[in-house]
Nanobody
Framework: QVRLVESGGGLVQPGGSLRLSCAVSGFTFSSYVMNWYRQAPGKERELVAR???????NYADSIEGRFTISRDNAKNTVYLQMNSLKPEDTAVYYCNAGNTWYRVPGDYWGQGTQVVVSS
């Protein structure tokens, strides 16, 4: 059974940091491209960051170098380190997995974790 379980969301003040985690089971994590999406209220789901099987990364322009995606194949976990958070980063963040770099989103989704950036 495929499972993607996000954690690490919460309430943070503007300028603060959070690290999201997504623990995966049910497929060969090291062979999958991992993506982070987010969806703010009233907006479409947005691709935030990607990491390939060899560590290649790609980020949305809106992130402006504030976020870093990484993966630990030994732990079957992908991370999203978010720094210098802004109120506009408030969203539900979703982990997504796919078996190719050339198609997004991938087939598997997590349930999401809420991030609220507010003073």
């Amino acid at each position: 059974q495929v499972r993607l379980v996000e954690s690490g969301g919460g309430l943070v003040q503007p300028g603060g940091s959070l690290r999201l985690s997504c623990a995966v089971s049910g497929f060969t994590f090291s062979s999958y491209v991992m993506n982070w999406y987010r969806q703010a209220p009233g907006k479409e789901r947005e691709l935030v960051a990607r990491i390939g099987v060899a560590g290649r990364t790609n980020y949305a322009d809106s992130i402006e170098g504030r976020f870093t995606i990484s993966r630990d194949n030994a732990k079957n976990t992908v991370y999203l380190q978010m720094n210098s958070l802004k109120p506009e980063d408030t969203a539900v963040y979703y982990c997504n997995a796919g078996n190719t770099w050339y198609r997004v989103p991938g087939d598997y989704w997590g349930q999401g974790t809420q991030v609220v950036v507010s003073s």
